[in-house]
């Protein structure tokens, strides 16, 4: 008698309405729908904007300066947004303002100036030539030092207001950098008016730390203090501001879709030899942060099981199956789904010793793909993470290090976590095994979900399926990572990986790895026993399709 064991994704023929919520099982933590608020719903209005070309932003005196493009000039308004002087600007196109606590501070589009000025009378009092241009951005930060932004320029420079010299340089999050301002706390904050985003820049690493949607198109104007993120849009003419330290640790939903998706599994004899026994396990879905599910149905007969992770499985039976018989099932989720992302602010992310007890138990031990204690996977922490000590910056450092090293090839198998970084190639669970290993051995908790995947259309099919992982940052919770769909060339891109995902899955698992019931499997499992010369034909694919929104 041969044995055979087949890691693919199964499903069902006979579909009856059978609920599979979980039973007896204790999902594995994460956070609920009730931790997500709505994007874009984060800034409120402060005035209208008394010009109709402003570029730059500054609060000053109570109020705000902005320059006009149109007047050349720097117009002064208060917080109702009455117009209450202005100042004549030192040349003929302005295009961004900063203030450094005595000084305004000016730069032109076309001659690559940078101006110094009294914001009393208006007079230049010191001039330096930007190190790069065009400049479309200004910020100073506690110091006095001044960050310098240029439109196509890949790096945002801090450079020494007494002459123009470029102190330091990180990476820019985009191309298109239309507007830059200092929070006091290392952190700058960036906007790219042609994406309608903001972004999060930690100064001292480089990394953008997360995005957030603009309240308009066209920002073009930056202002950060204790009242908050100000933003001035070009198009709008009008300020918006928002809490944007309120928003750590919280889960922001955008992009809500409606979908249906059913998981299909065959596991068909083709003889001469027969099938003597073996199951398909297939997990059950339950809601969570990117996805809120009416219902799930899937073919009867199963018993329904839980594994060591808390992990719903639904397991069928195969029996003896001789030749040209097969067994067929099939689960169904028909939910909302949303695009989900987590703000972080990794100064106040806690320490590693915060990471509860049974947690590390569960998510810091080792396993066969991931091999932590392994020389190899031991060096690459200590050469990746070097002295850091900040959880969200080891995960980070790890996450960037992954991008850098590892290409996507999905050539079948599933080698372990020393090999692919080795080798420098893999699939998406190749990836996610080696960034478990690798944040494990660094203290971090790890682990892998495994989901459906809409590709392309709202109707289409998927044969591939996709994995990622999930990491837990003390005083944060669990957020998801997803090393391969991070794999970018901008920071603006990477980030939106390291704390969030798309709206296109239907999450099915989550493990820590080598499951009693689905091994290293996800969505689905299939396991057989066959006598004799017995060919076996196991499939197993994913369809998604569009379903009417929910009744209220």
């Not at 080792?366 to 091999?371: F, G, V």
């Not at 010369?533 to 694919?541: C, L, P, T």
Request: net charge negative; glycine share 10%.
């Amino acid at each position: 008698m041969k044995k055979h064991r087949i890691v693919l994704y199964s499903l069902i023929l006979s579909l009856l309405a059978v609920s599979a919520r979980a039973g007896e099982c204790d999902p594995p933590p994460l956070f609920s729908s009730a931790d997500c608020m709505v994007a874009g719903e984060q800034f409120s209005p402060v005035t209208d904007l008394p010009t109709e070309f402003s570029t730059g932003l500054v609060a000053i005196g109570g109020g705000f300066a902005v320059t006009d493009r149109h007047e050349d000039a720097i117009v002064f308004f208060d917080r109702t947004g009455r117009r209450t002087r202005s100042l004549e600007y030192p040349s003929y196109e302005p295009s961004a303002l900063a203030f450094d606590g005595k000084r305004l501070v000016a730069a032109d589009l076309s001659n690559g100036k940078i101006y110094f000025l009294d914001p009393d009378t208006g007079e230049c009092v010191h001039t330096i030539d930007s190190p790069i241009s065009p400049v479309t951005g200004l910020a100073c930060d506690t110091d006095g030092r001044l960050w310098v932004a240029a439109k196509g320029n890949e790096e945002l420079q801090l450079v020494d207001p007494a002459d123009g010299t470029t102190l330091a340089s990180i990476q820019a999050p985009t191309a298109r950098v239309t507007a830059l301002a200092y929070d006091g706390d290392g952190y700058l904050w960036v906007a790219d008016a042609s994406r309608d985003m903001l972004y999060l820049v930690d100064i001292d690493s480089g990394y953008t730390i997360f995005q957030l949607d603009a309240p308009g198109p066209v920002a073009n104007g930056l202002w950060y203090d204790d009242s908050g993120l100000f933003v001035s849009d070009y198009q709008l003419d009008r300020l918006f501001v928002a809490d944007v330290v309120a928003l750590n640790g919280r889960c922001l939903r955008s992009d809500e879709r409606r979908g249906k998706a059913t998981l299909y599994n065959e596991v068909q004899n083709l003889g001469p030899g027969r099938i003597t026994g073996g199951t398909i396990a297939v997990a059950v879905p339950v809601d969570g942060p990117n996805q809120e599910l009416d219902s799930v149905t899937m073919t009867e007969g199963a018993e329904r099981r839980c594994d060591q992770w808390g992990q719903d499985v639904a397991v069928y039976e195969l029996g003896e199956l001789p030749p040209g018989k097969s067994l067929k099932v099939e689960l169904t989720g028909i939910g909302t789904f949303y695009r989900i992302s987590w703000k972080i602010y990794p100064h106040l992310v806690g320490p590693l010793s915060e990471i509860p007890e049974e947690i590390a138990r569960d998510y810091l031990a080792d396993a066969d793909k991931y091999r932590i204690h392994s020389d190899y996977i031991q060096g690459k922490v200590k050469e990746v993470v070097g002295e850091e000590t900040n959880p969200y910056f080891i995960a980070r450092r790890l996450y960037d290090f992954l991008i850098g090293r590892i290409n996507y090839q999905m050539v079948g198998g599933w080698d372990i976590a020393p090999t692919v970084i080795e080798r420098g190639t893999g699939s998406c669970s190749e990836y996610t095994f080696a960034y478990v290993s690798l944040c494990r051995a660094a203290g971090i908790p790890a682990r892998y979900v495994g989901s459906m995947v809409l590709r392309g259309e709202d109707a289409s099919v998927d044969t591939a399926y996709h994995r990622w992982a999930e990491i837990y940052l003390p005083r944060i919770g669990w957020i998801p990572v997803d090393v391969n769909a991070g794999d970018r060339k901008w920071q603006g891109d990477r980030c939106v990986s390291f704390g969030g995902i798309a709206n296109r899955f239907l999450i099915t698992t989550r493990g820590g790895g080598d499951s009693t019931l689905m091994h290293w499997g996800y969505n689905a499992e299939v396991d057989y026993r066959t006598e004799g010369k017995a060919n076996v034909r196991v499939e197993g694919f994913a369809e998604w399709d569009v379903v009417e929104k929910a009744s209220q």
